[in-house]
């Protein structure tokens, strides 16, 4: 797709939403960031909105939110937000509770009978902080290339789940799980008396006044809404289906940036749940061995730049998004909330939120290098490789001049050759690939720890 990128590096294919002006600074630096994000293969467009202190100080979009018809993206094109709806999902949980219709420690089966019995009783409050061991339907990467697509009914979804035995005893460890908030939605419905979709209309959307935000529909005619794209074998693809429903409370809403922090700002004030309900969203799982988790009911909490961080992140074919807010604390008088919506998986939305984060906070931005190569550097790293340790393979091969990476079972990346053997992934530049001093054979990833590769025979 030359002709693409060449488009989106030389114009900017932007909309501004009016709104309180943003430090000129800001504009500036998030526009230099977007440019340079849309200049790799693959990219398409992103989607980004700030709040500072209950206002949005910006909403911009970039790219197209439809290349084969090139229709520009805009602050109100929609984008499938994958798992930022399990915020929701929860949230609709503590309304439930609140109202006296749910208790958190009450079995599975006291709201869906049918579901099949486990060694161990699973509870509502172990689905929302994925302690629960059900095992999750999204880790069978064979269903999900074949039968992802399909229109499934809740009750066919959740036979292809239900009598898989638990991973673990719940409340041991800790383990995402789609199949767990997928639970989630049969059980709003069978409470409060309505579809999912429509609970979440009539109890958030419509009163919050989020009208960009919605259940999605694969026959619905959804205006604003963008395509979804995916880089194969380095040319711009569609990417593949999803049947609407087979997310559903795990991850089948649409939206915009600026929805989203609209969401965050009502769901932090009071205006979504209790601040008492809130508070025990963002409290950390403790496991019954005493270990603490990062993840509450539908949230992730960690330390980020010195701050607590609530945040949560998505990714659906085509689609990644994430949503992050900092608190305002004894240090630090603001708070700040980020979205950033992709339509394409060139793009990790979750550093570039980061990056958007550092930047208005005036928090300096790493730079990588991204040097040329001599064909024999080339020669020298590409190949086959080995994780030691892990059952893990990844591929570095040249193209157009350039080092990319594909690991087994995952998406391809370009690498930023940053001398000396060394290189950073464009998806997420804090990874490094780190060469032995003039070897061939053997590199180590840094990435939460060092985990040496060698060359496969």
């Known amino acids: 797709m030359p002709t693409l990128r060449a488009s989106l590096a030389i114009v900017l ?14 504009t500036q630096k998030i526009d230099a960031a977007a440019t340079k994000a849309l200049a790799e293969p693959g990219a398409a467009a992103v989607s980004v909105a700030v709040a500072r202190n209950g206002e949005i100080i910006f909403a911009k979009a970039y790219g197209l939110a439809d290349v084969e018809l090139d229709v520009p993206a805009t602050p109100d094109s929609l984008f499938r937000i994958g798992s930022v709806t399990k915020q929701f999902s929860a949230a609709a949980i503590m309304r439930l509770v609140e109202q006296g219709k749910v208790s958190l420690d009450a079995e599975i089966q006291t709201y869906l009978p049918d579901f099949p019995k486990k060694d ?25 290339s074949r039968d992802a697509s399909l229109e499934l009914t809740p009750t066919e979804l959740i036979a292809t789940f239900a009598e898989k035995p638990l991973d673990f005893e719940p409340g041991t460890k800790w383990h995402y799980s789609n199949s767990a908030y997928y639970l989630l939605g049969p059980i709003i419905e069978k409470v409060s008396g309505k579809p999912y979709a429509a609970f979440l209309q ?9 009208k960009h935000t919605r ?27 999803i049947g609407a429903d087979v997310p559903g409370a795990a991850g089948s809403l649409l939206s915009t940036a600026s929805d989203l922090c609209r969401w965050e700002m009502a769901l ?21 061995g005493g270990k603490q988790t990062d993840y509450g009911f539908g949230l992730q909490i960690d330390e980020w730049e010195d701050r607590r961080r609530i945040s949560h992140g998505g990714g659906i074919f085509g689609f990644n998004s994430m949503l992050l807010t900092l608190p305002a604390d004894d240090k630090h008088a603001d708070d700040l909330t980020v979205a950033v919506l992709v339509n394409n998986d060139s793009i990790n939305s979750g550093k570039f939120a980061d990056i958007v984060a550092k930047n208005a906070l005036g928090i300096e931005v790493f730079e990588p290098k991204d040097l040329d190569l001599t064909e024999a550097e080339i020669a020298r790293f590409k190949g086959d490789f080995a994780f030691e340790g892990i059952p893990l393979e990844i591929k570095l091969f040249d193209r157009d001049g350039k080092m990319w990476a594909q690991a087994t079972g995952q998406k391809e990346t370009r690498l930023l050759y940053q001398g000396n053997g060394e290189f950073r992934p464009t998806f997420d530049t804090d990874v490094k690939f780190v060469f032995d001093e003039g070897s061939s054979d053997s590199f180590v990833l840094h990435q939460g720890g060092q985990i040496p590769a060698k060359r496969k025979k």
């Open 215 to 241: 259940y999605e529909s694969n026959s619905d005619i959804i205006k604003n809404r963008a395509q979804g794209y995916s880089l194969q074998q380095g040319k711009l693809t569609n990417d593949r289906a």
């Open 120 to 144: 161990h009783p699973v509870t509502i409050r172990e689905i929302l902080t994925h302690t629960s061991g059900i095992w999750s339907y999204t880790s069978d990467g064979k269903w999900m």
């Open 202 to 210: 009539d109890e958030f959307f419509t009163p919050l006044g989020l």
């Open 13 to 26: 294919l932007s909309s501004l939403t009016a709104l309180a002006a943003p430090p000129a600074d800001l």
């Open 268 to 288: 932090a004030s009071g205006k979504v749940v209790s601040p008492e309900s809130y508070k025990q969203m963002t409290t950390p799982a403790v496991l019954t």
